[in-house]
């Protein structure tokens, strides 16, 4: 689970979800605006335009150019963004969201708050809220995503909220009932939690990803050990939840990633050990929850260590094309920002990595008018205060979010 998690009693319930458009403070997107001025990222790859404007028509890019080449209407409302820096909405791909509805609606509101403008909670979704609030469109808040109950061999002593399953009928039966309730990707544990459980067997895994593919579904793996991860590439296996951790990458595994051209990666950093700074957070969180975070917040060589391996397996992955994204696990709404910090230091570009936390995460969760700031698409972008092509770190230096072309109130966050 990524580092830096808050205390449970911090993830409490602020709003009811019946009052939400009026409590998340975010007025309807309408009208035309133009917003001028700031450096714009696009968010898939090419060269940030210098001195952009963008125009917003309700909740849509409509013009995106240097200010020059950008004509506004007559009656556009114009916003000044000199000395700013606008990049896509972020998309995390790994968490583990709340099960009640004005819970996961909350988690979603805190999500918003750092910028995140989407969310996929990967298998242990069990209630029904979880696809009613797939369904909506609530402001304020990201979007969400659910691959409802993901499925493991019986791990006694964990929870059960994924599909315990010992045989091919099974597992082919946990895919079924998945799909029938139009889950956005099946999710399955190959662990054996340090030798304490029997993980899912390749016979199972095998039978998953064949039932999958047959309902038009793709999979993706929580994986530990290299040995696995080849063994789930060589079984069909579209995504990693998490990168290799045991040992460096082979050639023998590149080889394999080379056939697989559409494999899709969250690196999913653990805690670096190392003393982070965190004092960007202290608006956001309680003077105790503060400094519960900064008595973690140590250089521990051990836990460096551990991380050094996925780093370096992480670099090796990028350097072969793999298309990576960002995801964080857990239910910690600012993770995504350390997250992107990882990636840099484990040898990846802000620019690559910037692509990983937008483009290619809306991508990957098939948002296709979301992810880069272009017209047609959804005009769910971050303004910051810095230029995190400088130092990833800008990312947190956000001055403003807008999803779907209104602003979020992000005038208190606790």
Known sequence: MKRLTPPVTYLVLFVAAAAAATVFGQAPASGVTVLEGARLIV?????PIENA???VDGARFVRVGRAADVRAPAAATHVSL????VMPAIVDTHTHLSQTRELLI???RRRAYFGVGAALSLGQDTTDASFQVRAQTTPGVAKFFTAGRGITAPEPGRTTAPYWVTTTAEARKAVQDDAAKKVDIIKIWVDDRMGTVRKLSPELYAAVIDEAHKN?????AHIYTLDDAKATLRAGLDAF??????????AEFMALVKQHPDLVLGPNMPDRGVVANIDWLRPALSAADFETLQKGNTNRPDVHAF????GRNLAKMNAAGVR???GTDGNTPYAPHFEMEDMVAAGMTPMQVIVAATSSGARFLKMSDAGTIEPNKSADFIVLNANPLDDITNTRKISSVYLRGASVDRSSYK
């Open 307 to 310: 991380w050094a391996i996925q």
């Open 106 to 108: 909350d988690d979603l």
């Open 82 to 85: 000199a000395g700013k820096t």
């Open 216 to 220: 038009g579904l793709r999979v993706i």
């Open 324 to 326: 990576i994204v960002v």
């Open 53 to 55: 404007s963008f125009i």
């Open 241 to 250: 939840a998490h990168g290799v951790r045991d040992k460096d990458l082979d």
């Open 43 to 47: 968010g898939d790859g090419r060269a």
